[in-house]
Structure formats: C-alpha cells, structure tokens
T-cell receptor
Framework: KQEVTQIPAALSVPEGENLVLNCSFT??????LQWFRQDPGKGLTSLLL?????REQTSGRLNASLDKSSGRSTLYIAASQPGDSATYLC???????????FGKGTMLLVSP | KAGVTQTPRYLIKTRGQQVTLSCSPI?????VSWYQQTPGQGLQFLFE???????NKGNFPGRFSGRQFSNSRSEMNVSTLELGDSALYLC????????????FGSGTRLTVV
C-alpha cells in the first residue's frame, strides 16, 4: 500500500527566503507525482505534474524534482512571498491505477 | 475554459439524513474522482468514474455511493449521515484517467449536526 509522507508539517519563513518542501513515498512504482496548493477552506490548485520518466519540472519560481528510485520529491520555492502562504500537498499516482495517494501536507507561512 | 464545478459549496444536514453532491468536470474530461478531506485523515479517495463506469472505489462504507451521467457530470450520495461525515468533499477531473494530472474543484463543505 502506497504511503506518502511530507516533511516538515509546518514551516514559517520571512519573505524572500528560498525554501524546500519534501515528499517521500514508499512504493516507487508510480506513474506520476503532482504538487498542489490549498488555501484555507478552498479546493486544490495544481502546481506541477512530474511524469515518472522526468527528473524535474519548473513553473515560474517553483521547481519540483523527482527521484523515483529513492522515493523522493522536492518542491523548491524561490524568493518566497506572503502570497505563497498555503498548504502544499504532494500526491502520487501508482502505475496501473488512476487514484491519487496524498501526503498530509506542509503548511507554509511567509511573513512580510 | 471552465474548471471543475462543484455544487453546492456549503451544506448543513442533520444526522440520519441523506445528501447529494454534484460535480461537473472540465469539458471533454471523462474521468471524475471524488475525495474526502478531514483534518484527522487528510485526503482520502472515495471513487472514480470513467465513461459512466465506476473503475475504482476507496475504503468507505456502502452509505457512500456515486454515479456518472452520459455528459460526464457526476453525483455522490451519502445516506444515513453521521457526524463523522462532516468534511470537505472534493471532485477532480482528468482527460486521460490521471495520466495528464488531475484538476480539482473548489469542494463542497458538508457539516452534519
């Protein structure tokens, strides 16, 4: 059974810092991995999708990497801003399935 | 293009009642999945539909059911509501069964009193 862990559970940083969020998964037989952002009480916004054959994806100040063999992904946020404050969720889709297994998320607070 | 639309946004129901939630996927998407989000359990998979067929079902009691219509719109139903069913219910759609990633709706917040 796939298990996804996100570390840290919460993170508080001053504006302008570069930061790294971590995601690990127990079963390396994944099809893809997706990073989401969730604002309080809202739905999920997709940030980046990495296919199992890819090593990384970039979108603006965000960069996500994937090391499938070691069961790890990182989300790098450059020059953080208060608007980045949200919960960040990592989800994997296993090969042969179409369902997502989510981590519990990292709650990020960026202070001005 | 329009995103995933979930209605209603908020619901308050009494224990023992039943409830129906609706989800309209992105135009052209035939895969619709439902997830329950609670503070304690996080996001848990409920079920997935593709072209009106349930392809996968999560580990939830039979009180939770769903269906998908020919236009890909989906509904989920919860009967005999319990206090523990209070949660944010999220619907997601995909063009290619998740291979292209999922787009989520804003969710329906269900409160059972």
């Amino acid at each position: 059974k796939q298990e996804v862990t996100q570390i840290p559970a919460a993170l508080s940083v001053p504006e302008g810092e570069n930061l790294v969020l971590n995601c690990s998964f127990t079963d390396s037989a994944i099809y893809n991995l997706q990073w989401f952002r969730q604002d309080p009480g809202k739905g999920l916004t997709s940030l980046l999708l990495i296919q199992s054959s890819q090593r990384e994806q970039t979108s603006g100040r965000l960069n996500a990497s994937l090391d499938k063999s070691s069961g790890r992904s990182t989300l790098y946020i450059a020059a953080s801003q208060p608007g980045d404050s949200a919960t960040y969720l990592c989800a994997v889709m296993n090969s042969g399935y179409s369902t997502l297994t989510f981590g519990k998320g990292t709650m990020l607070l960026v202070s001005p | 293009k329009a995103g995933v639309t979930q209605t209603p946004r908020y619901l308050i129901k009494t224990r023992g009642q039943q409830v129906t939630l609706s989800c309209s996927p992105i135009s052209g998407h035939r895969s619709v999945s439902w997830y329950q989000q609670t503070p304690g359990q996080g996001l848990q998979f409920l079920f997935e539909y593709f072209s009106e067929t349930q392809r996968n079902k999560g580990n939830f009691p039979g009180r939770f059911s769903g269906r998908q219509f020919s236009n890909s719109r989906s509904e989920m139903n919860v009967s005999t509501l319990e206090l523990g069913d209070s949660a944010l219910y999220l619907c997601a759609s995909s063009l290619a069964g998740g291979r292209d990633g999922y787009t989520f709706g804003s969710g329906t917040r269900l409160t059972v009193v």
